[in-house]
């Protein structure tokens, strides 16, 4: 069965470490998303692609870097994390760019935590 | 613009009760509308979704919507509820283009807790 995946699963890192967090899909989709989910806010998007070496920022990229070298994977850097990016991290995929119908599938999340 | 209003950040039903989970919306053009779920330590799974077509909408497990324009409303249901509907429920909107992305706007979801 076609899925997506992330790992970690769970991350404790230190404040101004580089972290990346992996995405893979095998549904073949040309969309992926990375949302950020926190308490009151439901999911916020960060960055989004479209296809092979197209990335684009969602409403809160500040701090976070994706790039997508194949259709499979999406991996999502923050290049020095911060207290405030403690969060669940949601990866998603879609099959079409101009749909507004499509269904996005989500990853099980990442739980960060920056101390 | 558009946006998604879900009433109440927690309901309690009994098992065997009605469920009602309640979305308001706001979009300039006209939407496509999701409602998602969400089990513990999972990612967000569709239950059902909204694509101009018929205003009522069924979904997996016994859940159904209707889509009401006059009210800008689009209220889950279920007619009993069951242990295994305990989890999160988003209500999510995609009507508005920002730039190259058919941007969806999800709401700040409502946990449903289930009484035996």
């Known amino acids: 069965d076609a899925e997506i995946t992330q790992s970690p699963r769970h991350k404790i890192t230190e404040t101004g470490r580089q972290v990346t967090l992996a995405c893979h899909q095998t549904?073949?989709?040309?969309?992926m998303f990375w949302y950020r989910q926190d308490l009151g806010h439901g999911l916020r998007l960060i960055h989004y692609s479209y296809g092979v070496h197209d990335t684009n920022k969602g409403e809160v990229s500040d701090g976070y870097s994706v790039s997508r070298s194949n259709t499979e994977d999406l991996p999502l850097t923050l290049e020095s994390a911060a207290s405030s990016q403690t969060s669940v991290y949601f990866c998603a995929s879609s099959e079409s760019r101009s749909g507004r119908s499509d269904t996005q599938y989500f990853g099980p999340g990442t739980r960060l935590t920056v101390l | 613009a558009q946006s998604v209003t879900q009433l109440g950040s927690h309901v309690s039903v009994s098992e065997g009760a009605l469920v009602l989970l309640r979305c308001n919306y706001s979009s300039s053009v006209p939407p496509y509308l999701f409602w998602y779920v969400q089990y513990p330590n999972q990612g967000l799974q569709l239950l059902l979704k909204y694509t101009s077509a018929a205003t009522l909408v069924k979904g997996i497990n016994g859940f159904e919507a209707e889509f009401k324009k006059s009210e800008t409303s689009f209220h889950l249901t279920k007619p009993s509820a069951h242990m295994s509907d305990a989890a999160e429920y988003f209500c999510a909107v995609s009507g508005t283009r920002s730039g190259g992305y058919q941007k969806v706007t999800f709401g700040t979801g409502t946990k449903l807790q289930v009484i035996p």
């Open positions: 549904w073949n989709h040309n969309n």
